[in-house]
């Protein structure tokens, strides 16, 4: 043994003290991910020139340009305007004609001209302005809904992209140590210091190391597209490095969580609007059981006599058939209510789940942070410090040294994927409680 470590070539020295040296960045990196639980270091380090991209203006643009955001709020804008329409008398008719009656004398011949207008029974007009007016409120929570909902999902979208970005950089770096591992190895095994299968294994790992960049360039690819989509871009077009993400403590209790989603939510509120429209189509319906008028005033002109008359009528709408006509719309209005109101129950259902869901997934995300980047990176961390010298003076074997890398990538983008699980969960917390979390209850807007 003696003569062995005597004739082992300085090269071999050289290439480990090479090969421990490149892993002091990586775990470096890692003891800096023990900084404070608000603010994680998940920066994406790029090449100079290369663009960042910012939530904020993202959401800014998604705002503006979004296709579905815009209809909603056309169709916000076409409800308002048929709130007038529909409290608006009917036009009124415009009359003209000639009569001429020889049979009868005097003859009566001469022109006729005078309106007529329908004059629907009192109330009518005024509930169907209602019936539209809460329409119209309920098409506004829709917009706001629909414009929180996409905020969520490029926010998902964002932190998955920025998780693809953090993921590649680290296998980047995981693969330029394996290689240099597999040199090292090769070096070993040529003057019988290690074995073939340590070089086998390194060759394995380098190549599900390449496998898994084929994943995360494919997934980047599809986030890519996915927030072109919503932002109403190509496609194919490219974004840049996501900026530095950070994790923010949730203070606000599940109950409080709970009643801004019973107060707030756009959602909630669209279907509750949706009840009061179909209790004022109830109402309507059952003011359809009394007659409409018609009011008609002409003036005649008798040209035998050279003079002038007027003629007065009013008609009335007899809801004669009221079995088929007015009872079923009354029963279509109650149906509608009772299920405008088990609309209500499924979405205030939905939304306390999904608050309750995202607020434990919260939870979860922050404990796990804190386990990861107090205890389990630092443990491995120093883990890999013991195998690096060890391997060095060669008390460990390669798989010693493999798996205590390994360890520190795994817990590495576990951290990440957790501060990301994290601000999606909080994602998800603001679209059904109504906006931002930050603030006061009472001063809070819905859809704000």
Known sequence: MTRLLVHIPSWIFAALTFAVVSLAPLWVSGAQDTGGATRSDTAVHTAPGDDRITLQSLIEE?????????????????????????????????????????MVPPVVEGVMYGFGQDIPFPGKLRLKGEVAQQESERLEQEYYATRLRLV????????????????????????????????????????????Q???FRAQVEISRVLDRLAVLDQQKESLHAAINRLLNRPPAGLLGTPEEAHT??????????????????????ATAKGIERSERSVSLAKRQYYPDFDVTALGIRNDKINDNGYQVMVGIKIPLFYETKQKQGVREALASLEGAREDFSATRQDMLFQVKDSFVQAQR???????????IIPQATL??????????????????????????QD??????????????????????????????????????
Request: hydrophobic residues 45%; glycine residues 6%; without cysteine.
């Open 152 to 195: 969520a999902a490029l926010k998902q979208d964002y932190f998955d992209l920025h998780f693809v970005h953090k993921s590649i950089e680290i296998v980047e770096k995981n693969k330029a140590l394996l290689m240099q591992f597999e040199k090292t190895a090769k070096a070993r095994y040529s003057v019988g210091q290690a074995a």
């Open 365 to 375: 995300a922050e404990r796990l942070i804190t386990i990861l980047r107090d205890a």
């Open 62 to 102: 998604l705002v503006t340009r979004s296709p579905e955001i815009k209809a909603a709020r056309q169709r916000w804008e076409t409800a308002q305007a048929v709130v007038p329409q529909v409290k608006t008398l009917p036009d009124p008719r415009l009359q003209l004609g000639y009569q001429r009656m020889p």
């Open 383 to 408: 883990a890999l410090q013991a195998a690096q010298a060890s391997y060095a003076v060669g008390k460990v074997d390669f798989l010693t040294l493999l798996n205590s890398l390994l360890i520190l």
């Open 411 to 448: 817990g590495q983008l576990e951290l990440h994927g957790e501060i990301v699980s994290h601000e999606k969960s909080l994602a998800r917390l603001e679209a059904v409680t109504g906006g931002p979390l930050g603030g006061p209850l009472s001063e809070r807007k819905p859809g704000s």
């Open 197 to 199: 299968q340590d070089v």
């Open 248 to 269: 923010t403590i949730l203070t606000i209790p599940l109950q409080e969580l709970s009643r801004r989603a019973d107060e707030f939510s756009p959602a909630l509120l």
